[in-house]
């Protein structure tokens, strides 16, 4: 079993920057990939980002590279997503989940989430 509890989301102006944290528990963290995934509102839950369980290999979705980074820490169990130039489109819900064998842009891929926290990017 694993516990995921995700932080530092809130409220910005279009342009802005965020970052968002993830505590992991209960399992050995640096021994499975994580991603981060986002549901907006009326719409279905999406693939935002991906890293390794070492932090070599990361993957993006096309609508935030350039914009997003992923990054984790394993001795502090804490997985990241720095946000810059945030735009109203990002607006939604952010999960950090883990992946069952490997990062990957598939949602099937992830088995344990956390409970999510509310990123509102205002124009």
């Known amino acids: 079993q694993v516990q995921l509890v995700e932080s530092g989301g809130g409220s910005v102006q279009a342009g802005g920057s965020l970052r968002l944290s993830c505590v992991a528990s209960?399992?050995?963290?640096?021994?499975?990939?994580m991603g981060w995934l986002r549901q907006a509102p009326g719409k279905e839950r999406e693939f935002v980002a991906a890293i390794s369980w070492g932090g070599a290999n990361t993957y993006y979705a096309d609508s935030v590279k350039g914009r997003f980074t992923i990054s984790r820490d394993n001795a502090k169990h804490t997985l990241y997503l720095q946000m810059n130039s945030l735009k109203p489109e990002d607006t939604a819900v952010y999960y950090c989940?883990?992946?069952?064998?490997?990062?990957?842009?598939?949602?099937?891929?992830?088995?344990?989430w956390g409970q999510g926290t509310q990123v509102t990017v205002s124009s």
């Open positions: 989940a883990t992946a069952r064998t490997r990062p990957s842009t598939s949602l099937d891929e992830y088995d344990y």
């Open positions: 209960g399992r050995t963290f640096s021994s499975y990939a």
